[in-house]
């Protein structure tokens, strides 16, 4: 089983003792907070042999917005694209793209394992009980792209009109050209890493939705289309939040079993952030039971800095990974 954790802040002397108890094969961390001497200081801690990988916000971000403002999505009712901590970004921005390569070559500077893609998506907030689905993206620049993917005009005076005559005459397509989006992201992420010649692997972080669930929402609302994406990437890590999202923790296991038939290897996450109800510690044990079953290749706990504030959680986590007979 593949032990792996999620630093949300920068690893701290004490986050990484934390990490160092638990022994963990791999450790997560935002992009942003990996530096030569933090990876040093981890291979230092936790053994040359730790995995660290980093994880890359794609679309999404406010810091985005302000750098790229025509990157706003435009949702066909006018619904805010933003909602609390979460700013959605218009997939087909070459600004915003051409930036996001270019934050992933600098990567190839550093001692790292992997690169897990995050936010690789159209704009939702999925992680609630009742998801905040929004329908993207209307824009001048994704209605010329789409027209000239099918080789007509897209007529209409307003996101509205436009969204019912797509949705009426071009469903499909639509589907297909929001999916190719962000494959073709991901494909460019790809190439960049064999280019790099680094042994570096690729993973993305997957919402955690079927193909029949919100209608269709995962192809036609998120453009994630995991059958193209599994053949691209080398793991896919589904985020089973299941409190987040309203769920019994058996939904865990349901979830694995979805992701086990896209014939790909698969390190699920799982919560600890109580941010929708609290998790008691027999709960957060069979999130981990579950999540890491065959053909899971384990579970990353999301995330580290949360987990050491609940006693109870950290016992069991460090009993499930570091047992002591």
């Known amino acids: 089983m593949h032990k792996s954790a999620f630093f949300l802040l920068v690893p701290t002397d004490s986050s990484i003792q934390s990490a160092k108890t638990l022994k963990l094969d791999s450790v997560f961390a935002s992009s942003i907070h990996l530096s030569a001497e933090v990876i040093s200081k981890l291979r230092a801690e936790l053994g040359e042999k730790i995995q660290i990988n980093a994880e890359i916000g794609i679309f999404a971000g406010k810091d985005l917005l302000e750098k790229f403002s025509d990157a706003k999505p435009v949702e066909a009712l006018n619904t805010p694209t933003e909602k609390d901590w979460y700013c959605g970004i218009c997939p087909t921005h070459e600004g915003v793209r051409s930036h996001a390569l270019e934050k992933i070559k600098a990567l190839f500077a550093l001692d790292i394992n992997g690169i897990w893609l995050d936010f690789i998506r159209y704009p939702s907030k999925w992680e609630e009980p009742e998801p905040y689905i929004l329908d993207t993206c209307y824009c001048d620049r994704c209605m010329q792209k789409f027209s ?95 409190k987040m999202c309203g769920k019994d923790v058996d939904w865990i296991k349901e979830k694995v079993d979805f992701f086990w038939q896209l014939g790909i290897s698969q390190l699920p996450l799982v919560q600890t952030e109580p941010r929708v109800a609290e998790i008691s510690a027999d709960e957060f044990n069979k999130a981990l039971e579950f999540a890491s079953v065959s053909p899971s290749t384990g579970v990353c706990i999301f995330f580290l800095e949360d987990l050491v504030k609940h006693e109870k959680l950290f016992e069991k986590a460090q009993n499930f990974f570091a047992p002591s007979n």
């Not at 307003?158 to 499909?172: N, Q, V």
Request: glycine share 10%; aromatic share 10%.
């Open 148 to 242: 000239e993917y099918i080789g007509e005009p897209i007529a209409g005076n307003s996101a509205e009109e436009k969204a019912l005559l797509i949705d009426g005459s071009y469903y499909i397509e639509w589907l297909e050209f929001k999916c190719g989006q962000i494959t073709s992201m991901v494909k460019a992420v790809q190439d960049l890493i064999k280019e790099s010649g680094k042994n570096i692997k690729l993973g993305f972080f997957a919402v955690p939705w079927d193909e029949k669930e919100h209608g269709a929402a995962i192809k036609r609302v998120l453009g994630q289309d995991f059958a193209a994406l599994s053949g691209l990437v080398d793991t896919v890590s589904p985020m089973l939040y299941h």
